[in-house]
């Protein structure tokens, strides 16, 4: 009878948990988006097995807290989800950014690109998911006239990724060891700077270094040899001498 008990007890809870489920992402006037909600215990379950391989520290120039390593694995799962090209409707493309910009200021990166949603995005953002998402620049002349709605973007997908993914082996960056399903291609030389979407102008990057090499102080540069390097800043190394991830590396 206790088991019984019990049992009712706790089918009572997991259906009023389902009954209350919800979660609400609000727009906040300070650039940041406000995520909450309530989950069930089957849901949250899932939610934590997908998200606990991202949340370890991404090498040790990793300073994030918790919070926000938690935050970076969420989005990491919604990349990969993008990228299987099986979600429903318009889901399972890249994000595809229609920039409105002149061009000195798409290629210098001093505007910001706004989503169909109407969020504003800071340059370096665009520049970031230009990487590796469809970008349609709309290029304006006087009086906001469109000049020209260039095509996309080669992307690093099909053979050219293959490529990339057997050279590399996961993310690029010194100590990370992240494998190729949570890594973009980012361009070397930007696109926007006449860099071509080559393997010689490539390297993987997991989100959170994309990000952090996108922020300038660590250069990325492809050595004779072809495979990736990279140069810390001075103020962490006065020579500046290029440091590679080993963790990949085949025998």
Not at 214 to 239: C, K, Q, S
Request: proline share 6%; with cysteine; charged share 25%.
């Amino acid at each position: 009878m206790a088991d019984q008990a019990e049992l009712k007890a706790l089918q009572r809870a997991t259906e009023r948990a389902e009954a209350r489920r919800h979660v609400t992402l609000s727009e906040q006037q300070n650039g940041q988006v406000r995520l909450s909600g309530n989950l069930d215990t089957e849901t949250a379950s899932l939610l934590r097995e997908a998200i606990d391989p991202l949340c370890a520290p991404a090498g040790e120039h990793d300073d994030r807290s918790p919070g926000q390593r938690r935050a970076d694995a969420l989005g990491e799962i919604c990349r990969l989800a993008l990228r299987t090209g099986q979600l429903p409707d318009s889901g399972g493309d890249r994000p595809q950014l229609v920039v409105t910009v002149s061009l000195d200021d798409l290629v210098n990166g001093v505007r910001a690109g706004t989503l169909e949603t109407g969020v504003r995005l800071t340059p370096g953002a665009v520049r970031r998911l230009a990487c590796d998402a469809n970008l349609l620049p709309a290029v304006l002349g006087g009086n906001s006239q469109v000049l020209d709605v260039g095509r996309q973007r080669r992307l690093f997908t099909g053979p050219l990724r293959r490529a990339l993914v057997l050279r590399d082996g996961g993310c690029a960056f010194p100590g990370c060891d992240r494998p190729p399903r949570w890594c973009d291609g980012h361009h070397v030389r930007h696109w926007a700077d006449g860099g071509a979407t080559a393997l010689g102008n490539a390297v993987l990057l997991c989100g959170y270094h994309h990000r952090f090499v996108h922020r300038g102080d660590w250069t990325v540069r492809i050595a004779a040899d072809g495979r990736p390097e990279f140069l810390p800043p001075r103020w962490l190394d006065p020579l500046r001498t290029p440091r590679r991830n080993l963790y990949h590396q085949r025998c």
